[in-house]
């Protein structure tokens, strides 16, 4: 069996069963897990299923989330990190998500939950207009096709008119010296407009982020309620964001 011929196989089992280990499909196609493992990784590439931990998992809309697998969203840390935010969330919230790949890691855990999104995330959105319980409000402006988002001064106005009670949002570096950081104005605008409206900020870090300082310096640390972070990320490190007065909860 050649690699299509598998590709198609096991596109067709996860869309019957949702996810499936490695060892799952290397029973139904009848190959070694080797050669699941490296069409999985292939497959994925191409936007066509999510990677996990282990083996894979169906997703809603192969167009619009195919960006996962290159963000390294599937890692295990971030699935930690994306569960445990979700406990946050409680039935009626309204929540800010914001287009971070961890954040939008959060979507497989908030689908049991009646609540509101507002997001600038194409990828979220896909994820999410289906679930009955969820009434999204997609924020307007200009679209960043790389980051499939919406960003722009139209997008920070329409923020503005919504308060949310909480906002889950990503950052490209964390430190005690420089507080939150990002690689460009055109998210980190957005990122502001979001903390400035909503009760509580939710930041989701993985540690590989954490005493990294990147381009724009936008936040400083007190504008952040908690910081939901791995248990990989370097305790020193964590311990002068502690000492900076943020709380941390670590994902396990």
Do not use: W
């Not at 011929?5 to 897990?33: G, Q, Y």
Request: hydrophobic residues 40%.
């Amino acid at each position: 069996m050649n690699f299509q011929e598998r590709k198609k196989k096991i596109l067709a089992a996860l869309d019957n069963a949702e996810s499936l280990t490695v060892f799952e499909l290397a029973e139904i196609l009848e190959a070694s897990p080797a050669t699941i493992r490296r069409d999985l990784g292939d497959i994925a590439e191409e936007g066509l299923l999510i990677r996990t931990h282990g083996g894979a998992m169906k997703i809603e809309n192969p167009v619009l989330t195919g960006f996962s697998e290159k963000s390294g969203v599937n890692n295990p840390a971030k699935e930690q990190i994306a569960e445990k935010a979700t406990s946050y969330v409680q039935d009626g919230d309204i929540v800010f998500l914001d287009c971070g790949s961890t954040v939008f890691q959060m979507c497989r855990f908030l689908k049991k939950k009646s609540i509101r999104v507002i997001t600038n995330s194409l990828p979220v959105l896909a994820e999410l207009i289906d679930v009955p319980s969820i009434q999204i409000n997609l924020i307007g402006g200009e679209l960043n096709k790389a980051r499939k988002a919406i960003h722009g001064d139209k997008a920070v106005q329409h923020i503005n008119g919504y308060h949310a009670h909480k906002a889950f949002i990503g950052v490209d570096g964390l430190s005690a010296e420089n507080g939150l950081t990002a690689h460009s104005e055109y998210e980190s605008t957005i990122t502001n407009a979001f903390i400035r409206n909503a009760g509580q900020v939710m930041l989701l870090c993985d540690g590989s982020k954490i005493g990294r300082d990147s381009y724009v310096k936008f936040a400083e640390l007190s504008a952040v309620h908690t910081l939901i972070t791995d248990a990989g990320a370097d305790a020193e490190k964590v311990a002068a964001l502690q000492q900076g007065g943020l709380n941390v909860d670590i994902a396990s």
